[in-house]
């Protein structure tokens, strides 16, 4: 069976909103702590906790009204279509927050399809409203992502499922690792040429479709080689 797995902001949004929220509400704050996670200095979880502190005041309709600006991939619902019809499962997997996943697949009709992400939490101070983030599908080995997406794949795939991957970047790379078909662009396009993983370049999902409607018709389409001993391995060490 073919499964795919979907990065989703900057990949199905235009738009990465996780960048833009705190951009918006913690202006100069986030793009200096972000760049301390870039740099090595902390990890995923705590570069998340430190911008969520840097937002002063933000409740649930704020949000939600702020996510309403966003829309998808112009391609997207056609792909969701295709896959739905060829009993393609079709997962989201994001280092972003739920409340903004849920609230823009319910603006677009796609409230359907499945999605693990990071979980945002309001708590109200007073007269001002403070989030904080809750990450339940951490991997305590592993401080790249907040929501190891590596795992999903793992734990949701057989062994003799073929795992496509979709995304744009630096949460994509490690399950890029563990795919056997990889589609990318912006920054995961020089993360996949520097560790030679066999990538397709995309810019919207008609690039996607075009290409897994020929696996498809296919049969006996083999896992790539890499990905499938780089599963074996988390198995065995598990």
């Known amino acids: 069976m073919i499964r795919v797995y979907c990065d989703f902001d900057g990949t199905i949004t235009t738009q990465d909103i996780g960048n833009a929220l705190f951009r918006r509400y913690a202006g100069d704050r986030a793009v200096q702590i972000v760049q301390r996670y870039l740099s090595g200095e902390i990890t995923a979880p705590e570069c998340f906790v430190a911008e969520c502190d840097a937002v002063e005041n933000l409740t649930r309709a704020e949000l939600e009204s702020f996510v309403d600006h966003f829309v998808p991939d112009p391609s997207f619902h056609s792909f969701v279509q295709f896959c739905a019809a060829n009993q393609i499962p079709l ?30 939490e309001f708590l109200e101070e007073g007269r001002r409203t403070r989030i904080r983030p809750v990450f339940p599908y951490t991997d305590s080995e592993c401080p790249r992502c907040a929501n190891c997406k590596r795992n999903h794949l793992l734990r949701l795939s057989g062994d003799d499922d ?9 949460s994509d790379r490690c399950p890029a690792r563990y795919a056997d078909v990889v589609f990318a662009k912006q920054e995961l396009i020089p993360y996949c040429q520097s560790q030679n993983i066999t990538y397709h370049e995309f810019r919207t999902f008609a690039d996607v479709q075009s290409l897994l409607e020929e ?4 049969k006996g389409v083999k896992q790539r080689r890499e990905a ?4 074996r391995d988390v198995f065995l060490q598990g």
């Open 215 to 218: 696996l498809v018709k296919k």
């Open 162 to 170: 073929l795992i496509v991957y979709i995304g744009d970047g630096y």
């Open 228 to 231: 499938k001993m780089a599963r």
């Open 91 to 120: 997962t989201i997997v994001s280092d972003g927050f739920d409340v903004y996943v849920e609230r823009f697949l319910k603006n677009h009709g796609l409230d359907q399809l499945p999605f693990y992400s990071n979980q945002l």
